[in-house]
């Protein structure tokens, strides 16, 4: 069976900037999450219409990704 498949949603401000963002660790604002996830996993970004993206990765990654932005964060 395929690993479980999280989905982090991201919204845009019209100036580009993150105004949400899921799967977001505590301590860290949208922005820095988003920028994180960019450049941890880059490869798993989709660029949608409207203002908006999503990252696809599995529960193991996003949790470990969680993981070490808090750690860099704190």
Do not use: C
């Not at 479980?4 to 820095?32: C, M, W, Y």
């Amino acid at each position: 069976m395929d690993a479980e498949k999280v989905i982090i949603h991201s919204r845009f401000a019209p100036n580009g900037t993150i105004v949400e963002i899921s799967e977001r660790p505590t301590g860290l604002d949208p922005q820095d999450w988003f920028n994180f996830l960019s450049f941890q996993a880059a490869d798993s970004y989709q660029a949608l219409a409207g203002g908006r993206g999503v990252f696809r990765l599995t529960r193991t990654a996003v949790d470990a990704l969680k993981t070490e932005a808090a750690t860099k964060a704190a």
